[in-house]
C-alpha cells in the first residue's frame, strides 16, 4: 500500500516529464491526484449496434475488424487511415488522421469495443476517429462514464484517468470526516465512496452525488471552522469597558453623526462593556462613514488603558487614515503611530518598540500588523478595515495575537449572501444604511472611444470649475495587450498633448512607498489637476475636491471594483460624475456596464457581479479571503452551502467540542483549510 502523501512518481508510468506536466496543476502527491476532480464527465456507457448508431450522437458498439487498415499519405502533416469494421447488423468505414500508430494496433478478424458518433455527410455511413479498446481490456475510454480533467500542455486526459486510477488502487483515500449522523441526515455519500465515484462513477446521476458529497464537505468544514472560532473566542473573557463616555470625542468631531452612525456605535458599546470578546462586521456602503464608527472603539480602548490597532489593506490607506485621524485624536491625549512596510526598518523598528512599550495607544498600518512579528503591550481592540482583503485566515491569525481583543470588521462591499454567509458566519453584524447629508449623486455615463474628445473637454472644465479629476487605467505600463490603457504612457500623454497646461500627476502600485503618498498628498492638497492611477486609489482614498472619475477600459474591471472606485468622487458638496470607457462592445459587457450607469446601490451591485464573474473575481482581485474551494462554485451551490451550514451547526451544537474521533479527524482538516487560505493571502 502506498500513503496520500507519497509522490506522484511511484505511479507506473509517471516520469520526470508527466510528473512535471502534474506539478503544472499543483499535482504532487497522491493526494493531490486524488483531490484532482474533474470538470465534467462523458457518459460513454450507451451501447448498441451499428444499425442503431444516430448521426452525431456518440455510442460505444462492438464490432469487428474486415480488413487490414490502410494508411494514406496525403500530404506533409496528413496521414489517413481507412479501415472498415461490421457487426452482425451492418458494416461502417471508419476514418482516422494522422492516428497510424494507433491504427496499427486494429487486427483483421478481431472484435473490439468503438465509441464514437456517425457523420451524415458522406455516402452512407461514416464515423471520424473513434476511440476503442480491445474487448477484454478494463475500460478506460469506452463503456464508462468518462471524467474530463483539468489538463496541462503535454498531458492528455487519457493519461489522467490512468493515474488516478491506479493511485485510488494502491492508495486510501482521504479518510472519512464527516460525522455518520451528519452523512445520515443530509443524504451524503461516504468519503469512500465518494472518491472512487468522482473519479469513476457507475452513472452520471452516481457522479453527481459524488459531487455533491465533496462540496458539502467543504462547505462543512468551513462553516464548522468558522463556528469553531467564534466558539473559541466566545468562551474568553476579557474586562468590561469601564468608561464608555463619548462626549469628548464627539465633541472633537468636525461633524455630527448620522443616525446609522449612532446606532452602530450603540451596539459596539454594548459588546465592549460585555466582558467577551467583540466579533462585528460594520457594513456600510462607500462614503458611508465607517472610520468614525471604528474610531469611536479605539478611542474607548485606549479610555480603557488598552490598545488598539487599525488594519487598512494598503499603504496608502494606512497613511491616510494615520493623517486624519492623528489630527483628531492627539489633541484628545491619544498617541497614535504608523506601521507599514513602507517605513525604513529603523521606522519600524522604533515604532515596535512603542508598540511594544505602550508608550502609543493606537496603531495604525497594513496587514503586516498581524502577519509580523509585532508584539503588543496590551492590545484591547482590532479594527480591520475593508476586510475582504483580509480573509477568515487573518482573523484567526488575529485572535492568536494579544488576550482575545476585540475585533471590528469594516466592510463597504456588501456581499451577496451566500459569500456573507462564507466570509462572516462568525461575526454579528451592522448595517451603515444611511450617508452623510450633503452627498451627491454620482451621474454615470458609459461611452466609447468616439466621446474622447468630449471628455477632455469635460476634465478641462471640472478643472475650470476649480475641481479635481481622477483617470484610472487598468494597466500600469505597456503590455502585450495594446488595447488596454497603461498609466504610465496615458499620463504621459496627457500631460504632453492634451493638458499641457495642466499638472497630470501618476501613481500605480509599482511605485516606492514614499512616492506614492508624495503624489497623494500633493493631490489631496490641490496641487495636481488631473491622477492618473491603477486601482491603488480603490479603497478609501478621500479627496472631497475632486468631481469627476474617468474609468479607462471599464470592462476590466469587476462591477463591485467600478463601484468601489466611482465613490471616490461625489465626496464634497459639488456635483460629481463617472464616465467608463470601453471599446467592448459585446452586448452582455455592455450591458453589465450600463448596470451600472443606472443604480448607486452597492448591494444589488454586488450580486450581480458574483453572478456574472463568480467569486475568484468578485472583488476585482484574485484574493477574496477566502480560501479556495476545490469543487464546489459560490455562485450556484448555494443550496448546499445552506444545508451543509445548518449541518454543521447542529452538529457542533449537538457534540459541542466534545473530544471524539470523528471530532478529530474534522478538526484537523478544518486547520488545513484555514492554514492554506492563509497561504494564498501573502
Ligand atoms: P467609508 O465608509 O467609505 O470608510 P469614510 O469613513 O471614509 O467612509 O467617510 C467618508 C467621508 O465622510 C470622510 O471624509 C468622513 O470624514 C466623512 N464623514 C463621516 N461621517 C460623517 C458625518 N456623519 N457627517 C459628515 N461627514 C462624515
Ligand atoms: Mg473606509
Redesign the pocket.
Known sequence: MARLSDPVTILKGVGPTKAKQFAALNIFTLEDLICHFPRGYEDRTRLVTIEKLEVDRPACFKAMVMNTPRTAHIRKGLDVTKVQVADHTGRLNLTFFNQKFTTDRLQYGKEYIFYGAVSGDFIGYNMATPVFEELNAPPVTTRRVLPIYPLTAGLSNVAVVKAVEQALAICDVPAEILPQSVRQKYGILPAQRAYYAIHAPSSMEEAELAKRRLIFEEFFVFSAGLSLMRAARAGKTTPAYKHTDLKEFYQAL?????GA?SRAIGEIVADLRRGTPMNRLVQ?????????VAVAAAYLTVKNSKQAALMAPTEILAEQHYK?LSKLLTPLGIRVCLLTGGLTPKQKKDARQLIADGQTDFVIGTHALVTDSTQFRDLGLVVA?EQHRFGVAQRSALSAKGEAPHLLV?S?TPIPRTLALLMYGDLEVCV?DEL???RQQIDTFLVGESYRARINAFIRKQVDMGHQCYVVCPAVGENGDLDLKAATVWAETLQQTVFPDLQVALLHGQMKSTEKEQVMAAFARGEADVLVATTVIEV?V?V?NATLMVIEDADRFGLSQLHQLR?RVG?GDSKSYCILTTHNKNPETVARLKALCKTTDGFRIAQEDLKLRGPGDFFGSRQSGLPVFRVANLSCDLQTLQQAQQASKEWIEAEGTADTPEGAALRARIGQLFLRAQGTMN
Do not use: I
Not at 254 to 258: A, G, Y
Not at 284 to 292: I, R
Open positions: 468636525p461633524f455630527s453623526l448620522t452612525q456600510g456602503d462607500v462614503g458611508s462613514g465607517k472610520t468614525m486624519s478595515d469594516m463597504a451603515l452623510p447629508p450633503g478609501g478621500d472631497p465613490g465626496r
